[in-house]
């Protein structure tokens, strides 16, 4: 689907789409409009990215997927530098 301008995807869940679109339109704005002329500080998208992430996550536990790992805080801990366990791939391989 050609949206703005550009190519926007469905989001994950149906009911999530148009506040993905809407988060698409204004990321794209404020990203030509204040990122590349140097305002790096301004958020205007903020509390629509939120309605969408919780949508989001919301479509997620409604197709049983867990969140766990999704949810957890790694920035700035011991968890940050450590190479993800891949459960598929024996150390004999």
């Known amino acids: 689907m050609l949206h703005f301008g550009w190519i926007s995807m469905n989001s994950l869940g149906a009911e999530c789409t148009p506040l993905k679109w809407e988060y698409d339109k204004c990321f794209n704005h404020w990203f030509r409009e204040n990122y590349l002329k140097g305002d ?51 150390k004999d391989e």
């Open 40 to 90: 790096t500080k301004s958020d205007p998208c903020a509390e629509i990215f939120q309605k969408y992430q919780t949508c989001v996550k919301n479509a997620m536990k409604d197709q049983g997927m867990d969140l766990t790992e999704l949810e957890a805080s790694i920035l700035g801990t011991d968890k940050e530098k450590q190479t993800p366990a891949n459960p598929k791939v024996s």
